[in-house]
Nanobody, 122 residues
Framework: QVQLMESGGGLVQAGGSLRLSCAASGRTFSSYTMGWFRQAPGKEREFVAAFSANGGSTYYAGSVKGRFTISRDNAKNTVDLQMNSLQPEDTAIYYC???????????????WGQGTQVTVSS
């Protein structure tokens, strides 16, 4: 069982930065791939980034590659998402999720946080 809680969302102007953090409970955090997803109003949930369980691989959606960076600290049971050069189209609820596989497919993720709102004004 893994419980996830996101923090760090907020309102920022276009071009600005935010750092999201996800704190996980449970002793098996290091065995899970950790991912970030987002859902904008009226749109389907989409994959943002993932960091593999063994720490060797990361994967980004094309829309955020070069602007967002995912990192994890297995000692602290946290996974962060540094978001730079934010644009209004990045506005969404951002969710942290965990899966035992390495995947960018939401249905593969077993555990989800409640989400944190990110709003980017133009």
């Amino acid at each position: 069982q893994v419980q996830l809680m996101e923090s760090g969302g907020g309102l920022v102007q276009a071009g600005g930065s935010l750092r999201l953090s996800c704190a996980a409970s449970g002793r098996t955090f290091s065995s899970y791939t950790m991912g970030w997803f987002r859902q904008a109003p009226g749109k389907e949930r989409e994959f943002v980034a993932a960091f593999s369980a063994n720490g060797g691989s990361t994967y980004y959606a094309g829309s955020v590659k070069g602007r967002f960076t995912i990192s994890r600290d297995n000692a602290k049971n946290t996974v962060d998402l540094q978001m730079n050069s934010l644009q209004p189209e990045d506005t969404a609820i951002y969710y942290c999720a965990a899966t035992p596989s390495f995947s960018r497919v939401g249905s593969s993720y077993k555990y989800w946080g409640q989400g944190t709102q990110v709003t980017v004004s133009s």
